[in-house]
């Protein structure tokens, strides 16, 4: 099945902080956009695994770094 396509222009600062992200996650640009989309507009169905995954990644390894932190 063919999906429509759609162009959009991001800041430098966004399209750092997204590069970042697929190349810390593995995913790509399209999962994460159409993640983040998905998110905002309230549609979590549309939310690819790989994304699910890394954001549990993201928490585990975040509440790590408080824990390390707070000792």
Known sequence: MVKP???IRLPQS???KLNTYVERTG???TEVMVGALAQY???P???SLIQKVAEVEK???DN???FVKAK
Do not use: V
């Open 27 to 29: 995913a790509s640009k």
């Open 59 to 61: 928490m585990k390894l």
């Open 64 to 66: 790590l770094e408080s």
């Open 14 to 16: 966004l399209m750092e």
């Open 41 to 43: 507009l309230d549609c």
């Open 45 to 47: 169905e549309s939310i």
């Open 5 to 7: 396509q759609i162009a």
